[in-house]
């Protein structure tokens, strides 16, 4: 669903940038070749989001391994495809294929088990996983799935010419395809065509970051150039962020309010004490890793 929409929120106080991030070269899974974009370092600068990697390649050996069977407990994983195809499987009984402009969308609450397989033997594989973390209300929730198709998210049109695909949030009256309340996380991608100006309107209170993966856009006077991460400055009176182009660029517009919650994390397990991942472990070894407590 595309909309043309004459609302624009009026951003009078736009962030500044706080800092400029050069994402990590590492591998994952069964040895896929990617950049973690936001580290372990930035999470609680970053709260709720703990996460943020980007992949992208045209050389199957990079990718074609993919990440088989991996257990997960106490956060949210979002998968966005630009190019490509994933298969997925969990121990929920879920079953998806990612394809390009897709988002899949996955809740691992108090446990799952899960795979996601390249169904491509050439030719370019390119997305994001970004992990956002779960209220500690709601870490050993019931694991939820949902895939989306790239015609399935909302998307819109400013008057400028930007295109938005909004996968998570509000922006410009228009709805993203998730919401969450504890978190309320704001995902955008947008496509900015050269001398394109967007404003985004974003409660004082967020942690908010742009991560630039074509071109060079301009956020609050400062240039941020293809494959690095900015860092909006949390200013209390400010009212969000602008973003100019000089040239065509496609950037990603992520925020979220921060849960303030202690956190515990070992490697896929993400809890809030010690003693939580210690459970979450033993019941990965026991396989009772998804199941409701005092089964």
């Keep these: 669903m595309t909309t043309t929409t004459d609302l624009r929120p009026t951003v009078t106080r736009p962030r500044a940038v706080e800092r400029l991030v050069v994402g990590q070269a590492t ?22 989001f703990l996460m943020l990697d980007a992949f992208g390649s045209d050389k199957a050996d990079d990718y074609i391994a993919g990440f088989p069977d991996h257990p997960h407990r106490g956060f949210e994983t979002v998968t966005y495809m630009i190019a490509g195809r994933m298969r997925h499987r969990d121990s929920a009984g879920h079953e998806g294929l990612l394809e390009n402009g897709g988002v899949q969308w996955m809740t691992a609450g108090r446990g799952v088990i899960h795979s996601e397989l390249p169904e491509q033997e050439a030719g370019v594989m390119e ?3 970004l992990w956002l973390n779960l209220p500690a209300r709601d870490k050993m929730s019931a694991p939820w799935y949902r895939d989306f198709k790239a015609d399935q998210l909302p998307k819109l049109t400013t008057p400028q010419g930007v295109d938005v695909t909004v996968i998570a949030g509000e922006s410009h009256g228009v709805t993203g395809a998730v919401t969450r309340d504890g978190t309320a996380p704001l995902y955008l991608d947008l496509h900015l065509p050269a001398g394109a100006r967007f404003e985004q309107a974003l409660p004082g209170d967020h ?17 941020v150039p293809s494959q690095r991460m900015a860092i909006l400055a949390n200013e209390p009176s400010s009212d969000g ?7 065509d660029a496609k950037v990603l517009l992520i925020a979220g309010r921060p849960l303030n919650e202690p956190i515990a994390q070992y490697g896929p397990f993400v809890m809030n004490t010690q ?21």
């Design 241 to 247: 962020v602008v973003i100019e182009a000089s040239a």
């Design 275 to 295: 003693q939580e991942i210690y459970q979450a472990l033993m019941d990965f070894r026991e396989g009772t890793l998804g199941e409701k407590p005092g089964r």
């Design 127 to 129: 997305g994001f996983q």
């Design 207 to 223: 942690n908010a970051f742009v991560y630039v993966y074509r071109g060079e856009v301009t956020v609050g006077g400062q240039a």
């Design 27 to 48: 591998s994952d899974g069964a040895g896929v070749k990617l950049t973690r974009v936001l580290t372990h370092n930035l999470q609680r600068r970053l709260d709720p």
